[in-house]
């Protein structure tokens, strides 16, 4: 499906000012599933760009937001080295937890009010981006949410002061979640994954759940943890996810 891919859409956050979406979606006429996608710690790299246009392709108006946009000109995005690293995670323990969440209501009332849009949400994210994917489908116009490899829940060690409150609120989710966790990242040790599941247990949460061979990051298709086949088995996962919550 040939997508529009140059469109971006600045969102006035209370509180923190305007906040960059970049724009993904089919190029066609029609309304489909809206998508808000959060991004690792680097924000709109160039292959979370292509993440995001593989899911636009799909059928999707995907809505990627600039998480660090009170800190960083619109625009920038960091580098996958040892400077943008130490940024990126900086900025992750600086940022109020309450900010984060106002993005995500920003950005999902945003996305509801885009003309392609057909009044169905979920969210997606990747490492941080995981973790701020599951607290934006805790709104409840949110249907489903794909959470990959997210760092922090287990420890509840998100945002400033370092003591978000994830693993409590777990019992407000209505929407769906689908965790995928690699094996052999050392950001969720499997101890970090068994609090998080036996959590979605013990609040009844609806929810998917798979564990991969494989390291942090193995979407991101830049580096040695790239895996192109587990990519391709995940977004199978995350496509047939979808399909089911979303129609």
Known sequence: ???????TLDVDVPGSGPMRMHLFRPA???????LLL???IYQVTAPIRRLAAMLAGNGYVVAVPEVYHEYEPAGTALNYDTTGTDRGNALKITKPVAAFDADAEAG????LGHPACNGRLATFGVCLGGHLAYRAALDPRVSASACFYPTDIHSGTLGEGRSDDSLKRMAELEAEIMFVWGRQDPHVPYAGR??????LEEVG??????ELNAQHAFLRDEGPRYD??????????????????LA
């Open 38 to 40: 959060f991004s690792e």
């Open 194 to 199: 068994e609090t998080i599941r036996g959590r």
């Open 1 to 7: 499906m040939i997508l529009r891919s140059d469109e």
């Open 205 to 210: 949460a609806a929810y998917e759940w798979h």
């Open 108 to 111: 999902l009332t945003a996305l």
């Open 228 to 245: 192109p086949a587990l990519f391709l088995q995940a977004m199978g996962l995350t496509l047939e996810f979808y399909r089911r919550t």
């Open 28 to 34: 066609i006429e029609g309304r489909f599933p809206g």
